[in-house]
């Protein structure tokens, strides 16, 4: 079994970028389940009152997210398989 323990240093530096795209990929619903990860309450004072988390829950219902970046995904990599790939060996 691999461990997770040793990290790259470059993998650690985009993970919170890898992080985000991957949950737009995976489109709104995913997106909302993360909260104010990604949709932050509008009343940053008072977000604790039943009121504010009503509001808030009616502001996530309401927001939406646009499935581009899986399309974009979709589409590049339709782009990439669209002609088989072809290895040329190096002379040497």
């Known amino acids: 079994m691999t461990s997770l323990k040793n990290q790259h240093p470059d993998y650690l530096t985009a993970a919170p970028d890898l992080f985000l795209v991957r949950k737009f990929v995976e489109g709104e619903a995913a997106v ?53 790939a072809v290895f040329v060996p190096p002379v040497v």
């Open 32 to 84: 909302k389940r993360e909260g104010s990860t990604f949709l932050p309450h509008p009343n940053q004072l008072e977000c604790n009152t039943p009121e504010q988390v009503r509001r808030y829950e009616s502001y996530k219902m309401g927001a939406e997210v646009e499935d581009f970046p899986a399309r974009t995904l979709n589409d590049l990599l339709g782009a990439m398989f669209r002609q088989p």
